[in-house]
């Protein structure tokens, strides 16, 4: 398959567009904040630092961190890629090699606003969420009616891979194309990275594309693996009972999809279903067998909280809407 269309602009769950706007006509226009969880030990032998930054690239910011920090590139710990074209607040760790004097540290698009001593460095994926403040310009559209769709959506949305996951003009997935039909992995290991995550993302938005399309996206079925709200545990569903659909209905628990590796977790007709979905991409499929990867599973909805929003002179702001992170688990 080479013909990407379907995986980047995936169908919607909650029907077309109510109406148009400017996004990010400014980066102050999409704000994000990191809420990890955790505070900083205190004592250790790295820093934890709280960055700002605005339009600038995340692992650029690490790379010019290192420098500072007379660290390697690698060494320097971030929970998640954040958006460019943003004003962003993340944490990084840099290796306590060095005398800096890390509140004085800024450079271009980025500035550290908060520094203390931390005893691990920060994998991917160890943060609770994150918090956004959206401004969308000239809305044109009935404000009434994307009100009641905010009401729809704070019953979950569908928890696909965006754009970004999959490069531009979907640079990612023709690299992981590129790599299974050469046999040559790209040279550098943040590429190879991104290319294994956009084919695994790829399938996984194909299945939850899947499920949308015959309404069971946000309902367990038998075979399912179920995901905690909120954490990365997951467990087996052999049969459907009426606690389960509660717990499902109140966004207790949440079906998932495979993000693709070394086998299936699902169960069943499912385990037919994804199976047959990914099919779809068999040089994936062989690249990540190649690789071993290990499967996972992902939530296929996300749970958003606390979303708001306003009408100011044309222009709607969402606030303070939060998304929860789920880390991939294998199953229990």
Not at 189 to 218: E, K, M, Y
Request: aromatic share 8%.
């Amino acid at each position: 398959m080479t013909d990407f269309t379907a995986v980047l602009h995936p169908p919607r769950a909650y029907g077309a567009p109510l109406g148009g706007a400017r996004l990010r006509a400014v980066p102050e226009d999409f704000c994000v904040r990191e809420w990890s969880g955790f505070e900083a030990d205190g004592e250790g032998d790295h820093w934890l630092l709280k960055v700002r930054k605005r339009e600038a690239n995340t692992l650029w910011v690490a790379k010019q961190l290192a420098r500072t920090g007379n660290a390697h590139p690698k060494d320097v710990g971030f929970a998640g890629i954040k958006d460019r074209h943003a004003l962003t607040e993340q944490s990084f760790t840099v290796p306590a090699r060095a005398d800096v004097d890390w509140s004085q540290v800024r450079g271009e698009g980025f500035e550290v606003i908060a520094a203390a001593r931390h005893r691990r460095k920060l994998k991917r994926g160890a943060l609770k969420g994150n918090d956004f403040e959206i401004v969308l310009r000239e809305f044109s559209g009935d404000f009434s009616r994307l009100q009641d769709r905010l009401a729809e959506i704070a019953k979950g949305v569908p928890n696909y891979f965006g754009p970004q996951r999959f490069g531009r003009e979907a640079n990612n997935l023709h690299t992981a194309m590129q790599w299974m039909q050469t046999g040559q992995p790209p040279y550098d290991r943040h590429d190879r990275s991104f290319a294994l995550s956009a084919a695994r993302a790829a399938i996984f938005n194909a299945v939850l594309a899947t499920r949308i399309a015959d309404g069971t996206w946000n309902r367990l079925l038998p075979g399912d693996v179920a995901n905690l709200d909120g954490s990365g545990s997951v467990f087996a569903v052999q049969e459907v009972d009426e606690v389960l659909t509660s717990r499902c209905t109140e966004l207790d628990i949440h079906p998932t999809g495979p993000m693709w590796g070394s086998a299936s977790k699902a169960a069943g007709d499912l385990a037919q279903l994804e199976a047959k979905v990914a099919a779809q991409f068999p040089e994936f499929l062989a690249l990540l067998d190649r690789e071993r990867l290990e499967a996972e599973r992902r939530p296929l909805r996300m749970r958003v909280d606390n979303l708001n929003c306003a009408l100011e002179e044309g222009n709607v702001r969402l606030l303070p809407s939060s998304s929860r992170l789920i880390r991939h688990r294998g199953s229990a």
